[in-house]
């Protein structure tokens, strides 16, 4: 079954410091993967996606992933945490159980990590 | 920039009405989905739609319908509204899953709306 973890509920930063956020994934086949940044009383906004053969790939607001295969992992990064970088981020991959369906739209989410960073 | 506009940001409606949310994109995209999301379980599927007129059940279907009349335009309607549907509730769409050059798919994320928080009293 296709399905994405990201183990911590919550991650603490204090500003200036490097952050990372997990996710771990599990997929058939390729794996296309995102993530996700929301802020309070907001929609989600896509920060950046896998690409293929990228192992760090770079998103908006100074944010990257790294990609790991053989650990399945797709870890969000960034070198210097802000304090407005305070939101809850999710990981999601593609529903690739039925490639070509209908369902291959469809994003399996994770069930978001908070980021606190403290100045 | 790709713009998912949702009707309503707050609403408020008693037990038993029927309730409609309107999500309206502007980027000519094939697919578009309904979720709700409450604390402690993240972003729940309700339905998709992948072209006009198709719909397809997600994970939470039952107490909800939709409608896709047109292809800019996806409804969401809670037909007897119950308290247990107080939720904040996202509409996302995308380009359709196409085969693009070279045989790779395209990945292209979801976008998405502002969310609606709706209360049920």
């Known amino acids: 079954a296709q399905s994405v973890a990201q183990p911590e509920d919550q991650v603490n930063v204090a500003e200036g410091n490097p952050l990372t956020v997990k996710c771990t994934y599990s997929v058939s086949g390729n794996p296309y993967l995102f993530w996700y940044v929301q802020y309070p009383n907001r929609g989600l906004q896509f920060l950046l996606k896998y690409i293929t053969g990228d192992n760090l790939v770079k998103g908006s607001y100074g944010f990257e992933a790294e990609f790991n295969k053989s650990q399945t992992s797709f870890h969000l990064k960034k070198p210097s945490a802000l304090v407005s970088d305070s939101a809850l981020y999710f990981c999601a991959v593609r529903d690739m159980s039925n490639p070509g369906s209908s369902n291959t739209g469809k994003l399996i989410f994770g069930q978001g990590t908070t980021l606190q960073v403290k100045p | 920039d790709v713009k998912v506009t949702q009707s309503s940001r707050y609403l408020v409606k008693r037990t038993g009405e029927k309730v409609f949310l309107e999500c309206v994109q502007d980027m000519d995209h094939e697919n578009m989905f309904w979720y709700r999301q409450d604390p402690g379980l993240g972003l729940r599927l309700i339905y998709f739609?992948?072209?006009?007129?198709?719909?397809e059940k997600g994970d939470i279907p039952e107490g909800y319908s939709v409608s896709r009349e047109k292809k800019e335009r996806f409804s969401l309607i809670l037909e007897s509204a119950s308290t247990n549907q107080t939720s904040m509730y996202l509409c996302?769409?995308?380009?359709?899953?196409?085969?693009?050059?070279?045989?790779?798919?395209?990945?292209?994320?979801?976008?998405f709306g502002d969310g609606t928080r709706l209360s049920i009293l």
């Open positions: 739609s992948y072209d006009v007129k198709m719909k």
């Open positions: 996302a769409s995308s380009l359709g899953w196409r085969l693009g050059q070279g045989g790779k798919y395209s990945n292209q994320p979801q976008h």
